[in-house]
């Protein structure tokens, strides 16, 4: 069973960084799989931040939130992380980490991805 486990999120000042982590199991990261962050604001739809594919190590960035943040993954810990730099009150939210076993899923939709974590929270202050 794949299992996704969100962590790193909280209360930081508008310009600080956060760095979210997403630990994976149930799966090899030698395997073909895309995992992607989401997040979800109060009020508002759920939308894609950014997503890595596995089989060519290609990053996906949300229009806000390219130069700002960056997707990585530690293939020998099975994590993803989401480094967040220049956050602004607007990137407040639960941010969520998802996997697809379709590599192409980066560019796809949000039902691409199957399997989801539990979600960790982001507020930023003005």
């Known amino acids: 069973e794949v299992q996704l486990q969100a962590s790193g999120g909280g209360l930081v000042q508008a310009g600080g960084s956060l760095r979210l982590s997403c630990a994976a199991s149930?799966?090899?990261?030698?395997?073909?799989?895309?995992i992607a962050w989401f997040r979800q604001a109060p009020g508002k739809e759920r939308e894609g931040v950014s997503c890595?594919?596995?089989?060519?190590?290609?990053?996906y960035y949300k229009n806000s939130a390219r130069g700002r943040f960056t997707i990585s993954s530690d293939n020998a810990k099975s994590t993803v992380y989401l480094q967040m730099k220049s956050l602004q009150p607007e990137d407040t939210a639960i941010y969520y980490c998802?996997?697809?076993?379709?590599?192409?899923?980066?560019?796809?939709?949000?039902?691409?991805?199957?399997?989801w974590g539990q979600g960790t929270q982001v507020t930023v202050s003005s």
């Open positions: 998802a996997t697809s076993r379709n590599i192409y899923a980066c560019s796809g939709s949000q039902t691409d991805f199957l399997s």
């Open positions: 149930g799966f090899s990261f030698s395997d073909d799989y895309a």
């Open positions: 890595i594919s596995s089989s060519d190590g290609r990053v």
